[in-house]
Nanobody, 127 residues
């Protein structure tokens, strides 16, 4: 059974940083990608970044938020989302999700590409 577990959310002041973690388990092959998404109150869920398991290819969402970076430690089955210079508008529930199996060599940041979702972790940025 595929499971995704996020952690690392919390309350942070504007300008601060947080690193979220997503531990993935239950995959039998390396043909998957992990994406990070967020959903603010009253808004649609949106993609941020994604990374492929096998060769760590990274795709950015169209708005290309360069304050956020993604990395992967395959030995720990963990994908990280590093968020810097946080703003109050970054307040949201952050989710990781898995696209498995992948449909191409590059991951996508569209919500509907993903088959498995974690439970989410709350990030609140105070002004």
């Amino acid at each position: 059974e595929v499971q995704l577990v996020e952690s690392g959310g919390g309350l942070v002041q504007a300008g601060g940083s947080l690193r979220l973690s997503c531990v993935a388990s239950g995959f039998t092959l390396d043909d998957y990608a992990i994406g990070w998404f967020r959903q603010a109150p009253g808004k649609e869920r949106e993609g941020i970044l994604c990374i492929t398991r096998s060769d760590h290819r990274i795709t950015y969402a169209d708005y290309n938020e360069d304050r956020f970076t993604i990395s992967s430690d395959n030995a720990k089955n963990t994908v990280y989302l590093q968020m810097n210079r946080l703003k109050p508008e970054d307040t949201a529930v952050y989710y990781c999700a898995a696209d498995a199996p992948m449909r191409s060599g590059w991951c996508e940041t569209g919500v509907y590409e993903y088959d498995y979702w974690g439970q989410g972790t709350q990030v609140t940025v105070s002004s």
